[in-house]
């Protein structure tokens, strides 16, 4: 068994219309599964599909108090490109943010509710990602991280360093998975996790289990989902939804 990426889920204050700023920022299509729900994907797109990571928006009252552990980088073709994307997210509400990074080729950025980003100075390990170059957890140990997520995903291992650790689809499409070394302590519940789904056929309550085996901690929220809630190994939330 395993499981895959499918989906980053982003808490808002407003869903429709933070929804409707990354739709615009990355050219995909906006569609709603229920009120407080806004879901994001890429024009005719066939879920769920490695080519791309969705992005699901749920309405929370919970206000943002501290940097994102989770965030998105986005891809460039060139200085020029770089350029003409963060003048046109400016454009749309994006602001300019400092999380300490000084003097660096990218650009990063906050959307309109404070979520950071980034927009990639061009790399050609990202030339074929779409948008989304990669999804960026922060952690303390990238390779006890990798470690994990290695097993608990059938996504292959590009890259593990004392800083770095970077994975991406077997097939080699969509964004990469990249655990970034920090200094941040986790305080609260990440505002931005991962969805991980297991494939068709496979047992949720199994999986489950053997995620926990791996080092995943179970999450209680108490109330009737169809998905299960678990903690990495370093405290970080993420949802496992049913086989599909």
């Given at each position: 068994?395993?499981?895959?990426?499918?989906?980053?889920?982003?808490?808002?204050?407003?869903?429709?219309?933070?929804?409707?700023f990354?739709a615009?920022?990355?050219?995909?299509?906006?569609?709603?599964?229920?009120?407080?729900?806004?879901?994001?994907?890429?024009?005719?797109?066939?879920?769920?599909?490695?080519?791309?990571?969705?992005?699901?928006?749920?309405?929370?009252?919970?206000?943002?108090?501290?940097?994102?552990?989770?965030?998105?980088?986005?891809?460039?073709?060139?200085?020029?490109?770089?350029?003409?994307?963060?003048?046109?997210?400016?454009?749309?509400?994006?602001?300019?943010?400092?999380?300490?990074?000084?003097?660096?080729?990218w650009?990063?950025?906050?959307?309109?509710?404070g979520?950071?980003?980034?927009v990639l100075?061009?790399?050609?390990?990202y030339?074929?990602?779409?948008?989304?170059?990669?999804?960026?957890?922060?952690?303390?140990?990238p390779?006890?991280?990798?470690?994990?997520?290695g097993?608990?995903?059938?996504?292959?291992?590009?890259?593990?360093?004392?800083?770095?650790?970077?994975?991406?689809?077997?097939?080699?499409?969509?964004?990469?998975?990249?655990?970034?070394?920090?200094?941040?302590?986790?305080?609260?519940?990440?505002?931005?996790h991962?969805?991980?789904?297991?494939?068709?056929?496979?047992?949720?309550?199994?999986?489950?289990?053997?995620?926990?085996?791996?080092g995943?901690?179970?999450?209680?929220?108490?109330?009737?989902?169809?998905?299960?809630?678990?903690?990495?190994?370093?405290?970080?939330e993420?949802?496992?939804?049913?086989?599909?």
């Open positions: 068994m395993a499981t895959r990426l499918v989906q980053i889920n982003m808490k808002a204050r407003d869903d429709s219309a933070l929804g409707g990354w615009k920022a990355l050219g995909w299509g906006v569609s709603s599964e229920g009120p407080g729900v806004t879901n994001l994907e890429p024009e005719g797109f066939v879920y769920p599909d490695p080519v791309a990571v969705c992005l699901d928006l749920i309405v929370s009252p919970e206000p943002k108090t501290v940097k994102n552990r989770v965030h998105v980088d986005l891809a460039t073709t060139s200085a020029a490109h770089q350029a003409e994307v963060v003048a046109r997210l400016k454009d749309l509400g994006a602001t300019p943010a400092d999380v300490g990074q000084g003097d660096v080729p650009t990063v950025m906050a959307d309109p509710e979520n950071e980003f980034c100075d061009p790399r050609p390990l030339r074929d990602t779409g948008p989304i170059a990669a999804v960026v957890v922060d952690c303390a140990d390779r006890a991280m990798a470690r994990f997520w097993q608990a995903m059938d996504w292959t291992l590009h890259e593990v360093t004392d800083h770095n650790a970077v994975l991406r689809s077997a097939k080699g499409v969509g964004p990469y998975l990249q655990f970034l070394r920090t200094p941040d302590v986790k305080t609260v519940w990440n505002r931005v991962l969805d991980v789904r297991p494939y068709p056929g496979d047992d949720l309550e199994a999986e489950a289990a053997r995620l926990r085996t791996l995943a901690t179970a999450i209680d929220l108490e109330s009737d989902v169809p998905w299960t809630v678990l903690a990495d190994p370093e405290g970080n993420f949802c496992l939804l049913a086989p599909g």
